[in-house]
């Protein structure tokens, strides 16, 4: 069989990762109208459930990832979605309970940590230095599609077939990208040198890498915390709308999913165009405004609240490409894996806090029955990204 090449393997690539992804909000999606009242859960815990996935992922990927600068990356790869795949299927047969649910949904997080940057890393070694940039903004940027099918088939199974059924189903996803690592071309990584295999030491000194990678954390907490909570969110405004919302929570949470594809596309043409940092820095601004104004607008009719949730679609997501290409830009060829391995563990480990933390400002604030309760979950999130663009600077100007 011939190894995949040039836009085929972009292709293969992406739409395997589409696949990995097809469980990769499972929780989030039926939570809400499954989970919480099923076990009788505070917004706290089901927010430390949905964001057991990212803890287990910020865990797991600094070896995973860094790895792939000794060995091929199609290797972890496929253990990887492998993984992922099996404790999808696992949590639909025995979780019964939030530390049951939270335990399995971390082994899940693992095995996902183990294809989404391992698989930028194989696919970024078998492309020309001239194909980089835009190769990894559609990698980027399909990892949207799959968030939004994820939530698409997620819900439409549970309120059809049961909740269990969704995670059987989710679960064949990551076969998609098994079936594209067979057709990889074997590739054996530059010698990384002498050195340990988690040193970070070097990542670490690399000023340029390492405000991306700042920036990319603040970006996941905004990102995850919207995620996390998009479908509640959407419910407790058609609840208090009386019928008048004009859609359901499933399609505002695929819809908003769906626009980060365009969006990040853009805002990493805008960077190439306009400067990384002038860029990033614009679009992270322009989303703690945009989160502003969601959560003093929860009051008003879904009709004017939609367009400002839609427009928030756009921004949570157009700042992704432009810092993932420029960590990988600012790496050292040798040191590629681990400086991915850092960006995705500062961006995850700061994805959990961003579910997690959004449950507890709901909770404290009056919970997720109350307007005052959401105004808290946004502000949060605003003031998340808001240290991005600080982030950026530091990483220029600092001494």
């Known amino acids: 069989m011939k190894p995949l090449t040039g836009r085929a393997l972009v292709a293969a690539m992406c739409l395997g990762q589409v696949g990995n992804l097809l469980p990769h909000v499972l929780v989030p999606a039926v939570m809400a109208q499954h989970l919480m009242p099923l076990w009788g859960l505070t917004a706290a815990q089901a927010g430390l459930m949905a964001s057991g996935y990212t803890f287990g992922y910020m865990l797991a990927v600094p070896l995973l990832t860094t790895v792939t600068d000794r060995i091929d990356a199609r290797l972890v790869l496929t253990a990887g979605s492998a993984l992922s795949g099996l404790a999808t299927v696992m949590f639909g047969l025995i979780a019964d309970d939030v530390w049951s649910a939270t335990l399995i949904w971390a082994i899940a997080g693992i095995g996902f940590a183990g294809a989404y940057m391992p698989g930028l890393k194989a696919l970024t070694d078998r492309l020309p230095a001239g194909e980089v940039s835009r190769s990894i ?58 050195g340990h295999l988690l040193d970070l030491r070097p990542v670490l000194r690399n000023r340029a890498a390492l405000g991306y990678i700042l920036g990319y954390g603040a970006h996941s907490f905004e990102l995850y915390g919207m995620r996390t909570w998009i479908v509640a969110f959407w419910t407790f405004i058609v609840a208090q709308s009386d019928g008048a919302a004009p859609i359901g929570p499933i399609t505002v949470s695929v819809i908003v999913t769906l626009l980060s594809l365009p969006a990040s596309i853009l805002g990493n043409e805008a960077a ?32 004017l609240l939609l367009p400002i949730v839609l427009i928030y679609g756009l921004t949570v997501s157009a700042d992704s490409g432009a810092l993932t290409s420029g960590t990988t830009a600012s790496a050292a060829p040798m040191q590629r894996g681990a400086t991915l391995a850092l960006h995705s563990t500062v961006g995850f480990g700061l994805a959990a806090l961003g579910g997690w933390g959004a449950g507890l400002a709901l909770d404290a604030a009056g919970g997720p029955a109350t307007a005052s309760g959401w105004l808290a979950v946004f502000v949060l999130l605003a003031a998340g990204i808001l240290l991005g663009p600080v982030a950026l600077w530091c990483s220029q100007h600092g001494k």
């Open 137 to 194: 903004t559609l990698y980027t940027g399909s990892f949207s599609v799959g968030v939004g099918l994820s939530f698409l088939v997620a819900q439409l199974v549970a309120d059809n077939c049961g909740w269990r059924t969704a995670f059987y189903v989710t679960g064949a996803g990551p076969l998609m990208m098994l079936a594209t690592c067979v057709r990889l071309a074997p590739h054996k990584p530059p010698s990384s040198g002498p």
């Open 272 to 303: 190439l165009r306009y400067g990384r940092h002038r860029a990033i820095s614009a679009i992270m601004i322009a989303s703690a405004a945009v989160a502003l104004a969601i959560g003093f607008s929860v009051a008003a009719p879904p009709l």
